[in-house]
């Protein structure tokens, strides 16, 4: 958590959201937001990020618990009343209005004049390399394009926070990739905070300061990037964040921070445990395709190695994907760097893979 509730920029303190009266889309969510943290509400949909960002707009209300930006509470404060910046996914321009007219919009609002008004739209079209733009509407302009004015209408009245609901999602690969490090930028330039919210896991890992994992209404893990990706609270955060291998086996020994498994096939390993606390539990042992090996030089220390049985071998341009069979599981990924005199693999080969211990988690079998 950032903070105690009294320094945190943005505060949800027991908040739950109910639709109907019985079931809970959110449940009992506590989380603070640093002032100038770009903080991810990553999930699966219907597990409640939407819900929770939509509070934080003003667009919905919480059944219970409260709400505070900046110390104040926000709960019955109108979403035009919050100064809140916003980004949506469909841009939400107005499609009569020029971009320059959609920029003045938010700030004749606020009352501003008209020569304060220029230098703003200036100012947040140069912000996106869209100073050319002014006079063209939304139907002129390309998905990119409309997002960058969508990007700087939310920025041109100065907002501490803003929201971004799935703004990448319309986009294509290339362009979403460029775009995420365009708004990470803005974001360290500006020193603003920012609450954004995407199912897409690559997304949350390339522009965050910390990532919110939701699943079912609750938050399942809170880091930074890294940490949730090399170590997991759960089976579920392992296997939504990033890709992985998952061995059935069961826990035959327990000691500190060290699992001894049994795989389906009988082989013993050693993994970090992860949610599992008895011996004789079955657990998932979890495994990066990219901490996987196969030559014997390239092994870390103290490797383990095992059978395998090549099923496929995918060229992807920068990396080869190779799924083979493992300790009786199908599926298996080794991602291998395609790089020059790379050995060649064909379905049928037997090889050896190998990891590092540590690189093996022993997850609850979710």
């Not at 004049?113 to 220029?118: A, D, L, Y």
Request: include cysteine; charge should be negative.
């Amino acid at each position: 958590m950032s903070g105690s509730h009294n320094d945190a920029f943005v505060a949800f303190e027991h908040v739950q959201k109910s639709y109907d009266g019985v079931s809970l889309v959110v449940k009992d969510l506590n989380l603070n937001i640093g002032k100038g943290e770009f903080l991810t509400m990553l999930g699966p949909s219907g597990s409640g990020k939407t819900t929770c960002l939509m509070m934080l707009a003003g667009f919905e209300t919480a059944t219970h618990g409260e709400i505070r930006l900046d110390g104040q509470p926000i709960n019955s404060v109108p979403p035009h009343k919050r100064g809140i910046g916003m980004v949506f996914q469909n841009y939400a321009l107005f499609p009569h209005m020029t971009v320059g007219e959609n920029l003045a919009f938010p700030l004749e609002v606020r009352g501003m004049g008209k020569s304060e008004r220029e230098s703003k739209i200036k100012r947040a079209l140069d912000m996106v390399q869209m100073g050319a733009f002014a006079n063209r509407r939304p139907a002129q302009l390309s998905g990119g394009q409309q997002q960058r004015i969508a990007l700087a209408r939310a920025l041109v009245f100065d907002p501490a926070l803003v929201l971004m609901d799935e703004p990448l999602g319309a986009l294509d690969k290339q362009l979403r990739e460029h775009m995420q490090f365009e708004i990470k930028h803005l974001h360290e330039s500006l020193g603003i905070t920012v609450v954004y919210v995407t199912h897409d896991q690559g997304e949350a890992l390339t522009m965050s300061d910390r990532v919110a994992v939701f699943n079912d209404g609750k938050i399942q893990q809170l880091a930074p990037p890294a940490d949730l990706y090399e170590r997991p609270d759960n089976s579920f955060v392992a296997q939504f964040i990033g890709e992985n291998n998952k061995l059935p086996g069961v826990i035959e020994e327990l000691v500190g921070d060290k699992a001894l498994v049994r795989l389906a096939t009988g082989e013993l390993i050693d993994a970090t445990p992860v949610n599992v606390t008895t011996k004789g539990q079955k657990t998932l042992v979890s495994i990066r395709p990219e901490r996987v090996e196969f030559k014997p030089e390239m092994m870390p220390e103290g490797a383990h190695m095992i059978d395998a049985e090549v099923q496929e071998v995918i060229y992807m341009g920068d990396i080869l994907r190779v799924v083979m069979r493992v300790a009786g599981a199908d599926g298996f990924v080794m991602k291998m760097r395609n790089t020059l005199g790379q050995t060649k693999l064909v379905p049928t080969q037997k090889i050896k893979v190998g990891w590092h211990p540590q690189d093996a988690r022993a997850l609850d079998h979710a």
